[in-house]
């Protein structure tokens, strides 16, 4: 495995069966449903609809609330990483690409960017990784099993900018337990975010939780296998920071 070496629910919940399929657990303390995605407008276009038609019955993964067999779906026993959102998929497949001997279990609603990493699969001939086209939460909740998973990726998460909407921020305590709970020992969790005020909550949260700990003094190097986006690269010239979390499962 490939790991870094350097480095919302309402008040009265229905039950379980009642619940709608993109809210949150029952047992989540959260004033709002925590959800991993916020519904956007975006057209598919003809080259993602035909990459959906060809290669989505070998590469996407239906949801059901019963835990996956990751052998059986990647035809491999191997190191399943969790990456939840993301967007057009570009960084989903440089990384998978770099590493082969890992498998990448992807999480996105989202039609256009889910036709765009089909599209990448196919071009570029990667077979080490499956997409669920639902909410991760719930993916997480029912279909990963607790020590399940090598790694976690989370990159560029919507930050919330004003205050009265950072209760939607994807990164909160219960959130972030079931992570790590998931995690196996040695595991990693890597997030990365180009808004401050959101990487130090960010850093706040990961640091509290007890089944953590941090890989660097607050804020880790970005790790070699995470390329750097182009909105990032024009953040960058723009003189905008890029904050990377990397934390680990303690034994």
Request: proline share 10%; aromatic share 8%.
């Amino acid at each position: 495995m490939s790991t870094p070496s350097s480095l919302p629910l309402s008040e009265n919940p229905p039950p379980a069966a009642a619940r709608p399929t993109g809210s949150a657990p029952a047992d989540v303390p959260h004033p709002k449903a925590i959800k991993s995605f916020v519904r956007r407008a975006g057209r598919t276009t003809t080259g993602q609809a035909k990459a959906l038609a060809e290669w989505g019955q070998r590469f996407l993964v239906p949801y059901t609330p019963a835990l996956l067999d990751a052998e059986a779906v990647f035809g491999r026993k191997a190191p399943l990483v969790l990456e939840i959102g993301f967007g057009m998929g570009e960084a989903t497949a440089h990384i998978a690409r770099l590493r082969p001997e890992d498998d990448f279990l992807c999480c996105e609603v989202h039609e256009p960017g889910v036709g765009a990493l089909l599209k990448r699969i196919g071009e570029q001939g990667l077979t080490n990784i499956r997409i669920v086209q639902h909410d991760a939460v719930e993916v997480l909740e029912h279909m990963l099993a607790p020590a399940s998973l090598a790694g976690v990726h989370i990159f560029f998460p919507d930050p919330w900018h004003k205050k009265r909407h950072h209760k939607r921020r994807l990164i909160q305590p219960p959130l972030v337990a079931k992570l790590a709970q998931r995690l196996a020992p040695g595991g990693y969790l890597h997030c990365a975010t180009d808004w401050q005020p959101y990487a130090e909550q960010m850093l706040e949260v990961l640091s509290a939780e007890p089944l953590l700990q941090n890989t660097a003094q607050g804020y880790a190097t970005k790790p070699a296998y995470r390329p750097l986006t182009k909105f990032e690269n024009r953040g960058l010239r723009l003189g905008h920071g890029v904050w990377d979390l990397v934390f680990v499962r303690r034994h």
